[in-house]
């Protein structure tokens, strides 16, 4: 099983700026990576899959990067709807998430 | 846009069997090239991918899970089910049943439905 260790845990930031998130797979995914938002009592809600493309209706200032075991998912300017937790996950069976960046309001 | 909705005992004693259901609205689970999916979430492991089935029936368990878990659809009833045998304390969780075109992610969640295994 995969393991995707998430840095860093918590990221205080203030709106309008930018957000950097990372995701290390412990073997190589290639390019099989997605990020989901949470919000508390909400489900998880696709952002990024195949690590680059945004899912319908995500705004361009999100965007993902990255191959292989090292993934990063930026946030050009946050808005601030944009706060809560962001999870990794890869779709190598058995698919597995990583545990989670907690962004919150600086 | 499709709905889904979990439904199913909040409360489960231990041994038992979990059984909960995902009822799709405004779309059909026999119809389109998707997979019908399981999520679940606790505290102690995080989110945890279950399973899914394939409209075709075909399934596909997480091994950690496997040797307990059935998923299964009710086409007549525009539904699918999670069936987890002989639970424990760990497998309380917020359960969640989603779908995608593909296996592996998920562009549409249900709300989520907490289930406690207790005595």
């Known amino acids: 099983e995969i393991v995707l260790t998430q840095s860093p845990g918590t990221l205080s930031l203030s709106p309008g700026e930018r957000a950097t998130l990372s995701c290390r797979a412990s073997q190589s995914v290639s390019s099989d990576l997605a990020w989901y938002l949470q919000k508390p009592g909400q489900a998880p809600r696709l952002l990024i899959y195949d690590t680059s493309s945004r899912a319908a209706g995500i705004p361009d200032r999100f965007s993902g990067s990255g191959s292989g075991t090292d993934f990063t998912l930026t946030i050009s300017r946050l808005e601030p709807e944009d706060f809560g937790v962001y999870y990794c996950q890869q779709y190598s069976s058995p698919y597995t998430f990583g545990q989670g960046t907690k962004l919150e309001i600086k | 846009q499709v709905q889904l909705q979990e439904s199913g005992p909040g409360l489960v004693k231990p041994s038992e069997t979990l059984s909960l259901t995902c009822t799709v609205s405004?779309?059909?689970?026999?119809?389109?090239?998707?997979?019908w999916s399981w999520v679940r979430q606790s505290p102690e492991k995080g989110l945890e991918w279950i399973g899914y089935?394939?409209?075709?029936?075909?399934?596909n368990y997480n091994p950690s899970l496997r040797s307990r878990v059935t998923i299964s659809l009710d086409t007549s009833r525009n539904q699918f089910s999670l069936k987890l045998t002989s639970v424990t304390a760990a497998d309380t969780a917020v359960y969640y049943c989603a779908r995608d075109s593909a296996p592996s992610r998920w562009y549409v969640w249900g709300q989520g439905t907490l289930v406690t295994v207790s005595s």
């Open positions: 405004r779309g059909s689970v026999s119809s389109g090239r998707f997979y």
């Open positions: 089935i394939y409209y075709s029936g075909s399934t």
